[in-house]
């Protein structure tokens, strides 16, 4: 097995079997995948489907390809490309590149997507807070910013109909003479 250094991987499944593994008897499924760059040849992964694990192993089933709901039946594992996560692990000495994710290919796996009628609902909530804040970037001067004894001395400014021509220059840069303390 060529060594495989930590990383995401594009791979997709080649074979497959539900199997019971280790001294215990575990139940999982085994699959060997083929990675996209055929110099790195192939690993195989367990996916564990135990109390804890169940719920991720069937998900990175299905980014896998498998639309069924009958674990003894895994047609369509080798539909879609994935990402696998490789990171190495010790054993017995030995240091072996181990599958440690299977997410969906080139994307963000996360598990609730906004999609549809509920995007568009939402981004327009979020409509007149973008412009709001837009507004207030292109009304607020410069990056630096005053401290807070200058900010409270320029903002009491008189009312405008007693105040003279806008003064639209950049306040002088402030010197250590303006510093409170």
């Known amino acids: 097995m060529p ?18 593994i280790g001294a215990n008897s575990t139940t ?3 699959i060997k995948f083929h990675f996209e760059d055929p110099e790195l040849g192939s690993i195989v992964w367990d996916g564990w489907l135990t109390e804890k694990t169940f719920d991720r192993t069937i998900e990175s089933l299905r980014y896998c390809g498998w639309e069924g709901n009958d674990l003894s039946e895994l047609h369509g594992l080798d539909a879609n490309d994935v990402d696998l996560v490789i990171e190495q692990e010790e054993y017995e ?8 994710w299977v997410n969906r290919a080139g994307g963000l796996a996360h598990k609730t997507p906004l999609t ?23 009304a607020a001067p410069g990056p630096r910013s005053a401290p ?9 400014a008189p009312p405008a109909s007693q105040a003279g021509p806008v003064d639209d220059r950049e306040p002088p840069p402030l010197s250590d003479d303006d510093i409170p303390w």
């Open 93 to 100: 000495g030995r240091t072996y590149p181990k599958v440690k």
């Open 3 to 20: 060594q495989i250094p930590n990383g995401t991987y594009r791979a997709r499944a080649k074979e497959w079997v539900l199997a019971e």
């Open 28 to 30: 999982a499924v085994s």
């Open 148 to 156: 807070k004894n200058q900010s409270a001395r320029r903002s009491a």
């Open 116 to 138: 549809g009628d509920k995007a568009k609902f939402f981004a327009a909530q979020m409509k007149d807070r973008i412009k709001a804040l837009d507004a207030s970037k292109a």
